[in-house]
């Protein structure tokens, strides 16, 4: 049966960010997707130079209303991910409303980009829209430490704190949660990240279960974009492969984040040479050469799950998101992100862009 996927996010004409990075790798793994693209630049805005164009919330109306038109606006999922504009965000949610009244099974994948470390690195007037119009349509979203934090009004000092931030943004509406990055210490160390997952399902019988997992993430010395865009794209392909099993989910999302990563620092390096560190250009994500990792990942660490809400023992699942220095109408996400093996039965972790 088809599944189609209706991805509103950012394009570049060389190499991988926004919808460059999630198309690929879903239509590989079997959906059908349809790119509105909120920009069109040149390259990424790590680059010393770029040039383009930024959708305006009218011009995504007048592309959403031909969709429409021609009656072919049915989507099993919605995928988004960074916007600086109050009016386009507020168009996206119109349109993610509408949609969900003609297939109210429709699942819509959001990561919620306000800022990190403390500091916003979009609009402050986006907040507000985020939170009481974005989350509340969201079904699954990817925020990092700080982003929980803010759309929660709680900080997170523990990983208790951080498991009650996964309920308060599950009380908001969506029912799968992943902190994307947190200030949590790792039991392996300073080159480790935690990461926390949870996932809140209804049984036949009408009472719900909460199912949370938790790994840790080895640090790598580079910093990648478009790995945020991947990572949320195969978040929305694995749990639809794996609905019920949020342990597997991120097994198959983080696994194929780790062969794609290490197979673009592979040869990042190789381009840059010895002692030299590698240029944007050459750190863009080998995603064509990962194609088989993408289909069929071989899984490169094993997840835990964690006890019931109500027990001493919390656990989770995340991934290391890093503030770009850009404050641009593409600025974004960069994630720090390699998979280890071996990973103890409790922790959080990261994200990236």
């Not at 794996?242 to 696994?255: G, I, N, Q, R, V």
Request: with cysteine; aromatic share 8%; net charge neutral.
């Amino acid at each position: 049966m088809e599944c189609r996927v209706l991805s509103i996010q950012s394009h570049v004409v060389r190499g991988y960010v926004g919808n460059k990075s999630a198309s690929f790798p879903l239509q590989v793994l079997g959906f059908e997707v349809d790119s509105i693209n909120s920009v069109q630049f040149s390259n990424h805005t790590g680059y010393s130079h770029w040039k383009g164009q930024v959708l305006t919330a009218d011009e995504l109306h007048v592309l959403y209303e031909g969709i429409k038109l021609n009656k072919v606006h049915q989507y099993d999922y919605v995928l988004t991910g960074y916007t600086r504009d109050t009016s386009f965000l507020e168009m996206v949610v119109d349109i993610i409303q509408e949609l969900k009244r003609a297939n109210p099974n429709l699942v819509y994948v959001c990561d919620p980009v306000l800022g990190d470390h403390g500091s916003m690195y979009v609009p402050q007037n986006l907040y507000p829209v985020y939170k009481n119009k974005v989350v509340p349509v969201a079904d699954i979203i990817t925020p990092n430490q700080f982003e929980a934090e803010l759309l929660t009004g709680k900080n997170i000092t523990t990983e208790k704190d951080a498991v009650e931030v996964m309920d308060l943004l599950h009380a908001m509406g969506p029912d799968t949660v992943v902190i994307t990055s947190s200030d949590l210490p790792s039991r392996l160390g300073d080159r480790f990240l935690v990461s926390l997952g949870s996932q809140r399902k209804v049984r036949p019988d009408g009472s719900r279960t909460t199912q949370r997992v938790r790994m840790e993430v080895h640090k790598v010395d580079a910093v990648f974009v478009g790995t945020g865009d991947l990572f949320a794209a195969m978040l929305l392909a694995w749990t639809h492969h794996y609905p019920d099993d949020l342990k597997m989910a991120c097994e198959k999302t983080f696994s194929v984040m780790h062969h794609v990563i290490q197979r673009t620092i592979s040869y990042a390096h190789e381009l840059a040479g010895p002692g030299r560190r590698p240029s944007p250009p050459q750190l863009e994500l080998r995603m064509v050469q990962s194609k088989a990792d993408i289909e069929d990942p071989a899984i490169f660490l094993k997840s835990f799950f964690c006890p019931p809400i109500n027990t001493s023992t919390r656990r989770a699942l995340v991934l290391k998101r890093i503030s770009p220095r850009r404050q641009s109408a593409c600025d974004r996400i960069t994630r720090d992100l390699c998979l280890v093996s071996g990973a103890p039965a409790c922790s959080i972790h990261p994200k990236v862009i």
